[in-house]
């Protein structure tokens, strides 16, 4: 089950006349399943290549087409308007251009004038011909729009197109751009997902995790506001994805890391290998016992607890994770995290949270996402406590 993180946002989805237009129904059920409002906006060009009526049946909204004496540019994007983003998904090179010079033509670039003029949000997603998209005036145009403060959603180039960015990264944006980043200016690393120690040439030795703790953890500190590093096996969107294979290369990215930047969190939510065996050259012959020999490997997260100035948020697995969790604790980790073998590699789970000198911590359950969004909170209440005891007293004293 997806979770509503824009419930009570309400988006402005401006669309104009590229072919990606056809994307932008996906578009509109994919932020409405995150629980956001959206009002849709075409202009002509728009209406050309897909049916308003497409838009009015996904977003269960009449499509402004024109404005009308019930100015509409200003009710959703104007000085206390009710939209909180104008998100212009397709923006064609033509109104890209347009906005950058104050252009008013079209219900688009009046609600983008209105929108820039009010300082709500606003994110463009361009889509054209590639070579469009090199042309100097388009480049000089998305500059300018860039230092006014309008963010972008780059394409993805394939087919001599600069084609319209992933649906799951538009919604990113956007969730970012909404949730009041609370972590900006925070630089978090994290570490995600299962090792795979060589055996022979065919066969490694792993676990069963799945990698999505890390990855919700990622996402969920990406729409807060951070600045984001995911040391793992797979690539998210909007993010610094440093891919890694075995615990060694693990360590090293971590360590690399470490000499260039300070983060101010850790999270250790990757399944280390805490053993490597010697690997054989070739392929094992099948049909016989084989003894494989297992050297212990050091931990990771020992090289973190160094790092003065970083707040380390710790993962524990086991039948009674508590009295490793404690002792993490002890040993200077900030937070950790505790589980059973049952949660690895599923799409659910129970955790415990424990801080400071809890006992058993506070439990937290559901979907990885769920779960990924309660550790945060639970992060967040903690740094503002924290943030509260250093600031000094402001009561007056009588005279």
């Given at each position: 089950?997806?979770?509503?993180?824009?419930?009570?946002?309400?988006?402005?989805l401006?669309v104009?006349?590229s072919i990606?237009?056809v994307?932008t129904?996906?578009?509109v059920?994919a932020?409405?399943?995150?629980?956001?409002?959206v009002?849709t906006v075409?202009?002509a060009?728009?209406?050309g290549?897909?049916?308003?009526?497409?838009?009015?049946?996904?977003?269960?909204r009449?499509?402004?087409?024109?404005?009308?004496?019930?100015?509409e540019?200003?009710?959703y994007?104007?000085?206390?308007?009710?939209?909180?983003?104008?998100?212009?998904?397709?923006c064609?090179?033509?109104?890209?251009?347009?906005?950058a010079?104050?252009?008013?033509?079209?219900?688009v670039?009046t609600f983008a004038?209105?929108?820039l003029?009010?300082?709500?949000?606003?994110?463009?997603?361009?889509?054209?011909?590639?070579s469009?998209?090199?042309h100097p005036?388009?480049?000089?145009?998305?500059?300018?729009?860039?230092?006014?403060?309008?963010?972008?959603?780059?394409?993805?180039?394939e087919?001599?197109?600069?084609?319209?960015?992933?649906i799951?990264?538009?919604v990113?944006?956007?969730e970012?751009a909404?949730?009041?980043?609370?972590?900006?200016?925070?630089?978090?690393?994290?570490?995600?997902?299962?090792?795979?120690?060589?055996?022979?040439d065919?066969?490694?030795?792993?676990?069963?995790?799945?990698?999505?703790?890390?990855?919700?953890?990622?996402?969920?500190?990406?729409?807060l506001?951070a600045?984001?590093?995911?040391?793992?096996?797979?690539?998210?969107p909007?993010?610094?994805?440093?891919p890694?294979e075995?615990?060694?290369?693990?360590r090293e990215?971590v360590?690399?890391?470490?000499k260039?930047?300070?983060?101010?969190?850790?999270?250790s939510?990757?399944?280390?290998?805490?053993?490597?065996?010697?690997k054989?050259?070739?392929?094992?012959k099948?049909?016989?016992?084989?003894?494989?020999?297992l050297?212990?490997?050091?931990?990771?997260i020992?090289?973190?607890?160094?790092?003065?100035?970083?707040?380390?948020?710790?993962?524990k697995?086991?039948r009674?994770?508590l009295p490793?969790?404690r002792?993490?604790?002890s040993?200077?980790?900030?937070?950790?995290?505790?589980?059973?073998?049952?949660s690895?590699?599923?799409?659910?789970?129970?955790?415990r949270?424990l801080?400071?000198?809890?006992?058993?911590?506070?439990?937290?359950?559901?979907?990885?996402?769920e779960i990924a969004s309660?550790i945060?909170q639970?992060?967040?209440?903690?740094?503002?406590?924290?943030?509260a005891?250093?600031?000094?007293?402001?009561?007056?004293?009588?005279?």
């Open positions: 089950m997806t979770q509503e993180t824009l419930a009570g946002k309400e988006i402005v401006a104009t006349g990606a237009a994307e129904v996906k578009l059920h932020l409405r399943r995150k629980g956001a409002t009002q075409m202009s060009a728009a209406q290549i897909l049916h308003p009526d497409a838009l009015m049946y996904a977003s269960g009449p499509v402004i087409t024109r404005l009308s004496g019930l100015v540019h200003v009710t994007c104007g000085d206390g308007g009710s939209a909180g983003l104008l998100l212009v998904a397709p064609t090179a033509n109104t890209i251009g347009k906005i010079c104050g252009i008013d033509d079209t219900p670039t004038t209105t929108a003029g009010s300082g709500i949000p606003v994110l463009v997603v361009p889509a054209m011909h590639h469009m998209y090199r005036a388009v480049v000089k145009n998305i500059e300018t729009l860039a230092s006014w403060g309008i963010g972008f959603v780059g394409p993805r180039i087919e001599e197109k600069a084609k319209i960015a992933e799951d990264e538009i990113l944006r956007c970012r909404l949730m009041g980043k609370p972590l900006a200016g925070k630089k978090v690393l994290i570490t995600g997902g299962a090792c795979r120690e060589p055996v022979d065919v066969r490694v030795l792993t676990t069963r995790s799945s990698g999505r703790m890390g990855e919700e953890l990622a996402l969920a500190a990406y729409r506001g600045e984001v590093t995911l040391v793992h096996h797979n690539s998210l909007c993010i610094e994805n440093v890694v075995t615990a060694g290369d693990m990215a360590g690399k890391y470490l260039k930047k300070t983060p101010d969190i850790y999270i939510a990757a399944a280390v290998s805490d053993f490597a065996p010697k054989i050259d070739g392929k094992i099948s049909g016989k016992p084989v003894t494989l020999d050297d212990p490997l050091p931990k990771l020992d090289r973190v607890l160094e790092k003065k100035g970083t707040r380390v948020v710790a993962f697995i086991g009674d994770p490793e969790a002792a993490l604790l040993r200077g980790a900030w937070m950790v995290v505790t589980n059973t073998p049952e690895m590699g599923t799409a659910t789970g129970s955790y949270i801080a400071g000198t809890a006992k058993t911590g506070t439990p937290a359950s559901g979907t990885k996402e309660r945060w639970e992060i967040l209440a903690r740094m503002g406590e924290n943030q005891a250093r600031i000094p007293s402001s009561r007056k004293h009588n005279s």
